[in-house]
């Protein structure tokens, strides 16, 4: 553990260091700007709104140095590296549960190595280092498969397996779906390979009280994605940037 831990650490660091010193010091081209503004005044930019890169823009802003849009792209490598830290602790879960074998030194050293070629591939690093939606959304992904890698791996010690991983899935699901609309696609994906899962372990979603989980997952669903709200709320306040002003229902959709 405490090799991992370390090895986890070290990669996060360098990933950081790394993108702090690539990553743009003003307002890029495309939608930077927009977006730079959308989370300084917390407004809303072009559909669908991205509730979330404005929420986390907005807390980054508070940072007592550089300028708002460096503070912006600083939230972006932050993200960046901390996505590459949890994609190594993915990695290193997804090959001790599905080749069955034990941890050792090897799989934490292929995993750190995978991890620092993807941190700094050319598709991901290109989007660390200016204010664009995608490296929020692709945190959200490695999260919710580093989540569902964590209920398969429980269902080593319980057929049944953790069934609160199931319901922090549906909880962070929502709430990625306010990071971009894409994340949409993603749902059929989880819960094939849930069901697929339970039926290899035979077990049904509807015995046991299995309607009520069901229910659950429902209910943390609908409150993550909650975070919606965000967009008529902030649009009632009528903020600099107010694309489509969805403050009543037909706009909202």
């Avoid at 743009?24 to 930019?45: H, K, Q, S």
């Avoid at 030194?105 to 292929?110: A, C, K, L, P, Q």
């Avoid at 992904?141 to 319901?167: D, Q, T």
């Avoid at 306010?178 to 390979?193: E, R």
Wanted: overall charge positive; aromatic content about 18%.
């Amino acid at each position: 553990k405490t090799t991992v831990r370390s090895f986890g650490i070290f990669i996060f660091l360098i990933s950081f260091f790394v993108f702090l010193k690539t990553i743009c010091p003003t307002v890029f081209v495309g939608d930077n700007g927009e977006l730079v503004v959308g989370a300084y005044t917390l407004g809303i930019p072009h559909p669908p709104g991205y509730p979330l890169f404005c929420i986390f823009g907005k807390i980054f802003t508070v940072l007592p140095f550089g300028s708002i849009a460096f503070q912006i792209n600083l939230m972006n490598a932050f993200l960046a590296a901390v996505s590459v830290f949890i994609f190594y602790k993915l990695l290193i879960i997804t090959l001790t549960t599905i080749l069955k074998v034990s941890l050792d030194y090897t799989i934490v050293f292929i995993s750190a190595l995978i991890s620092l070629y993807f941190a700094f591939s050319n598709t991901f690093w290109s989007q660390i280092v200016v204010s664009e939606v995608y490296i929020i959304t692709t945190f959200f992904v490695i999260v919710e498969l580093y989540i569902l890698m964590l209920w398969k791996h429980s269902l080593i010690r319980n057929p049944a397996g953790e069934k609160k991983y199931i319901y922090l899935l549906a909880l962070i699901y929502g709430i990625s779906l306010a990071a971009h609309h894409t994340m949409i696609l993603l749902a059929p994906l989880f819960i094939f390979y849930i069901l697929l899962e339970n039926r290899e372990n035979s077990v049904s979603p509807f015995e046991k009280g299995g309607l009520r989980g069901i229910y659950k997952i429902i209910a943390f669903f609908l409150l993550g994605i909650s975070i919606q709200m965000y967009l008529p709320i902030r649009s009632l306040a009528n903020p600099l940037l107010d694309w489509g002003n969805p403050e009543t229902f037909n706009n909202f959709i």
